[in-house]
Every structure is written in structure tokens, then in C-alpha cells.
């Protein structure tokens, strides 16, 4: 039977946009995969790369309406422009429609079938959609067209927990790691998977080292507090959490973790569950990026 945990970070992969530091982490994307253009092989018209380098920083910004509306004025001037596609994508996914952005991630593709953002586009709508086979089918496309990429590892790992293949995410996440040493998304990835996978020892000392950085993102921190809880140290947890959360909040999680410990020790079996991208349940604070 799963784990609360499991049934948790299942409901919040598909409930808020996996990333890294964008806007509030929590639910929402991070800048780096929403903006990143690597490799699209296909140049805008010179007219409306202004109108994209601005969209590009109204979305890192938050700022979807004026995002949409310079994506949506590049694409009139040019309606084969990857990026400006795969940027319109992005923001419909930032602010939740999926379906919408996933066709636009589409087009993007059909025009480039070898450029990169569109593709890890298409694979986290599938991750919203359910559809794990085809996000790790789509992430592993990636990696052969761009190896280590650190989002498509990300990303990958993520979907191999979520379809319930943790030795394998772990392993991934950790070769990720050493092509692309001290990335911070790879590692907050790998310590929340170790953490409801049934380590959380281990996972707090992966957590440790990216907490231990003064711009370490809030997910790291909420993830190690889930570890220490899990391990039964409220007061440590308690103190990080009291960082990012208010009270009630820090509460509600203190409350989880014990009854979450109450029910592993009636059982015998430590919580098993998924890593997921920078994402946050709404009592467990939780994340993980794709």
C-alpha cells in the first residue's frame, strides 16, 4: 500500500509546476528551465528577437501577462520562431494550463525535432499529465541529444521515482551529479528521493551540503526539514521550516512527520515514496526540479 508520503508528493507533482527559483518554488517553475533556449537550432527573425529577450525576462520575472503578450507579438512577426514558441509554452506551463503549453511545445518541436527546450517542455506537461512512460521516454530523448543535461537528468530522475524506480533515479541523479558537479537542483533532487525513498539520514546529509549556502533555495531547506522529521528531530525541523514558513504551516508539518513516524513504526517498513522536482504539498513541504 503507499505511503501518505507517496499519495502527497503524487498530488503535488501534478499540482504545482515543478523547477527550482522561479517566482516562489513551491509551486512554480524555476528560471532556469523555463528560460533556458539551449540548443535551438532555428534563429528568430532579427525583428522579433527584442520582443523575445524582454519576454524572456517578464517570465524569469513572474510576469506572465506581459510575457504572453511579447511571445504572442514575436510569434505574429514570425510564427515558425522556436524560441518564441517554446516561450509562450512556458508560460502557459507557469501559470498551469498544460494542455495549452504542451502544444505549443509540439509545434516547437515539429519545427526542431533537435532542439532541447521544447522537448523537456513536452516531458513535464506528461509528468503533470500522468503519463510517466512518455516523460522518461521524452526526458532519455534529451540526454541523447544533449548527455548530462542537468535538467533532463533532473527531470528523468524525477519520473523514474514517480513511476516507482528509486535505484534508478538515485543512480542517475548521482552520475548527473559528477558531469555536473555541486548543481544544486541535481542534489536537492537526489536528498528528497533519498529521504522518501527510505533513507532520510543519507538524504539529510545530501541536503546538507546545498542548505549550508546562504542562496540556497527554500526547497532544500523544507526538504531537509522533512528528513530530520522523518528521523524524529522536530526541533531541528521545526527550525528550518520557521525559516520560509509561518507558523501554522510549520505546525502542520510537525504534525505530518509525527504521524507519518507513528505509522512506519506500526509497520516496520520505512515511508516509501517519490522524488519530485522542487514541489510542495500543501501540508509536507517538499521539492524537487525536473
Do not use: W
Amino acid at each position: 500500500m503507499k505511503s501518505s508520503i507517496q499519495q502527497a508528493a503524487r498530488s503535488a507533482i501534478l499540482v504545482c509546476a515543478i523547477t527550482f527559483v522561479f517566482a516562489a518554488v513551491g509551486c512554480t517553475t524555476t528560471t532556469r528551465q523555463v528560460t533556458d533556449t539551449r540548443p535551438v537550432l532555428r534563429n528568430s527573425a532579427p525583428s522579433t528577437m527584442s520582443e523575445l529577450r524582454i519576454a524572456d525576462t517578464a517570465l524569469e520575472s513572474g510576469n506572465f501577462d506581459l510575457a504572453t503578450s511579447l511571445y504572442e507579438k514575436a510569434l505574429q512577426a514570425d510564427p515558425k520562431s522556436v524560441p518564441g514558441l517554446t516561450g509562450l509554452g512556458n508560460t502557459l506551463y507557469g501559470v498551469g494550463d498544460y494542455t495549452r503549453a504542451g502544444v505549443y511545445y509540439q509545434r516547437a518541436s515539429q519545427i526542431e525535432p533537435k532542439a532541447t527546450p521544447p522537448l523537456i517542455g513536452i516531458a513535464r506537461v506528461a509528468i503533470h499529465q500522468r503519463r510517466f512512460d512518455d516523460a522518461i521516454a521524452t526526458y532519455r530523448r534529451v540526454l541523447t541529444l544533449a548527455p548530462n543535461d542537468p535538467l533532463a537528468c533532473a527531470g528523468l530522475g524525477a519520473a523514474l521515482d514517480l513511476s516507482g524506480d528509486h535505484a534508478h533515479a538515485q543512480a542517475l541523479l548521482r552520475e548527473a551529479l559528477i558531469a555536473n558537479p555541486g548543481d544544486p537542483m541535481l542534489s536537492v533532487n537526489l536528498g528528497l528521493s533519498l529521504t522518501l525513498g527510505g533513507d532520510p539520514r543519507q538524504g539529510a546529509n545530501v541536503l546538507l551540503d546545498v542548505t549550508r549556502f546562504p542562496a540556497a533555495p527554500p526547497q532544500a531547506r523544507q526538504n531537509l526539514a522533512l528528513a530530520y522529521g522523518l528521523l524524529g528531530n522536530d526541533d531541528a525541523a521545526a527550525a528550518i521550516l520557521s525559516r520560509d514558513l509561518p507558523k501554522a504551516s510549520v505546525q502542520d508539518n510537525l504534525r505530518f512527520y509525527e504521524l507519518q513516524r507513528g505509522r512506519d513504526a506500526q509497520t516496520g517498513q520505512p515511508p516509501k515514496s517519490v522524488a519530485v522536482s522542487m514541489v510542495a504539498t500543501p501540508k509536507v513541504q517538499t521539492a524537487s526540479v525536473k
